[in-house]
């Protein structure tokens, strides 16, 4: 599903922030990217979603080389792959509804199909029940689980979740990484990237280190050992 | 595989339902931001005021210059005692030799003499007089139309060089040219002053509308950052903002239009005194003529907005 091929990217001011790594994730996967802070986890995230270019090597995602992709295919890549941030990214004056809604009305759809598959996105992230609320009125917990929704709202094939639980106390962590596993359970891909040790060594999943943009392990069953 | 799966859900994707949400984001920028929509829609008013001088300046002189040019003409006066035959073997010379001559008017003794008594109908002494007389005392007269007011001079020196001043016992001609070149000497003036104010206005609003449409994409960077994040193509974030542009140009001209017309409405009646005798009512030209300017302007001010809207976009929308 994501395959990165000896990856190395450099900022124009000389930092080498991901060097020569490779690494293949299956369909279906739940893959968690450790690693302490400035070890390129986000430049990696930001390579996949194209929103960085390696300097070397070949990123493919679903047999699809998004290396050299060009500016208007972009767009295609990114219905394709649903991505959730620590600070949740929501629209305040926009209800949870309308919030999962604008991510499929940029895309074109229609309001009888943005009716259909929101309800059905905020039922599976169990926040059915708020979908007339502002996110200023949610938890952090919910609001992540709002951003999740809207990351779903194209059926991504990957999920790429940067730092999710953050912001977030135990027992809402612990309810966003059962979340994300749920959604694992539907043949998402997940690629969890924090530095959270406690969520990673619960999940005994597969875990990739990396440390100084270099991998410097990757087990199927792995816990955080950095 | 998996670009194909989607590319034709995207592509085909209705083309109409994402023009209508741009069109609602881009009324949103425009309301989001009321008050800085209303400085930009007030500096394209003055532009389009200035645009607008520049175009009556034009109209106006045009007016002045062409009335005073159908009053120039050479008159031709002769004795009553020429005959008609002889003015009329004149009149054919005249046309045969001198091509500058667009058309020459026969007035008959008795013409003048009506005109003459037209004239001076309240005038008692005179009309007493002239019922005194047993005959017509005056003779004919031929005015001589050029096709171009600057050839006067030459028709005047070919008409002194044949019979014509001969017969002819005076030959009246006024020269305009001085006034017509000094009415064309202070239009020019007007015009180039205009010129130059609507170039300032014409930059001022590219900087307006470039400084409106910064703001707009700052005040909505996190929602434009969302838009990438969730695949909004780069045509569905950058266009509400030159439709923003857009409605500036659209919004300006129509305010501005209006305004034109409830003003005359008032003041109409005062400006025209100030044209009388040029044949030029501002009111008629402007409605006459108001598809014409006001299209011209609409897609004047419209490249300035695209312009500028694009230019931020440019400099502050990576998209």
Redesign the interface.
Known sequence: MIELRNISKTYPNGTEAVHNVTLHIRPGEFVSLVGRSGTGKTTLVKMIVAEERPTQGRII????DITRIK???I??????IG?VFQDF?L?EKRTVFENVA??L??????KKRINEVVPQILRLVGIEEKKDVFPDELSGGQQQRVSIA??L??RP?ILIADEPTGNLDSVNTREIIDLLQKINKFKTTVMLVTHNREVVNSLKKRVIGLEDGRIVYDQLRGRYIL | MFMTSCAAVIYSNMFLLSSKRILKFSWQHFWRNVWLSIVTITIIILTLFSLTTLILVNAIAEAAVNSIRTTVDVSLYFDNKISGEAVELLRNELTEKIPEIKEIIYISPQEALDEFKQKHQADADIQASLAELESNPLGATLILKAYNVDDYPQIMEKVTSMQAETLAEKIDYDDHRLLISRINDFADKIRTFSLVLSLIFIAIALLTVFNTVRMGIYIHRKEIGIMRLVGASNWFIRLPFVIEGLFYALFGCLIFWGLIFLVLNFIAPWINNFFTGINFNIQAYLIANVVNIFGFELIVISMINVISAVIAMGRHLKV
């Open positions: 995602l679903g047999g699809w500016v208007a295919h767009p295609l890549l990114r219905r394709q991505v990214k629209l604008f991510a009305e940029v895309a074109g759809y229609n809207r990351a709202a194209h094939k």
